[in-house]
Every structure is written in C-alpha cells, then in structure tokens.
C-alpha cells in the first residue's frame, strides 16, 4: 500500500524552527520528487518545496528561500523539510506528495500522485 506519512508539525513562536518529515512506504523512493506543499485556511494549496530523488533537482518557493531546506534520506525513506526563522504567514498545514522524477518536475500538484494527510503548523507571532 502506497503511503506518504507526515510528522513534526506544531505550534512555535516566530522565529523559531521546526523539522518536518514524511515517510514514504509502497513504492521505489528513488523513483520521485517528493514536494512540499501548505494550506492556509482560505488560501490555495501551494508548493514549498520539493527534491527530485533521481535527478536531485532542488526547489524552493521564493517565501521560504533561505529560511526551509529540504533534504533526504534514501536508506530511510524519508524526506526533511527543516523551517527556520518562521514567521506567521507560514502557518499552514503542510503536505508531502510524491510525483514521477522526471525532468521538469515542478511545484504544480497536478503532477503529484501519492499525498500524505498533512501536519499542521501554527507560528504564533
């Protein structure tokens, strides 16, 4: 069974710093770009970040650039996304999703297939 596992949400203070995962189960890791998206009430669903795990393509937002960085751990299964000096406007809940690493993979979900449930991250100013 296909599955994408998000962990490490919750709420901080601005400034502050937190580290998401997400665990992938049921399919060839080394296959696909695994994204990071966020929803804030109201607001469309939009890229964050992603890792292209066969080409090693790296992705951030122009909101996060500087701040997130992604990584991976391919023994683990397992992608980071580590959030420093957070900010309010970063509250959100965040989402894994897993789309075919091919070249040109991008931040538009339409290319994702495999969705975690999401973590929720809250950033009290």
């Known amino acids: 069974e296909v599955q994408l596992v998000e962990s490490g949400g919750g709420l901080v203070q601005a400034g502050g710093s937190l580290r998401l995962s997400c665990a992938a189960f049921g399919f060839t890791f080394d296959d696909y770009a695994i994204g990071w998206f966020r929803q804030a009430p109201g607001k469309e669903r939009e890229g964050v970040s992603l890792?292209?795990?066969?080409?090693?393509?790296?992705y951030y937002a122009d909101s996060v650039k500087g701040r997130f960085t992604i990584s991976s751990d391919n023994a683990k299964n397992t992608v980071y996304l580590q959030m420093n000096n957070l900010k309010p406007e970063d509250t959100a809940v965040y989402y894994c999703?897993?789309?075919?690493?091919?070249?040109?993979?991008?931040?538009?979900?339409?290319?994702?297939?495999?969705w975690g449930q999401g973590t929720q991250v809250t950033v009290s100013s």
């Open positions: 890792i292209g795990l066969s080409t090693e393509l790296i």
């Open positions: 999703a897993a789309a075919e690493d091919v070249a040109g993979v991008g931040p538009n979900r339409a290319e994702y297939v495999y």
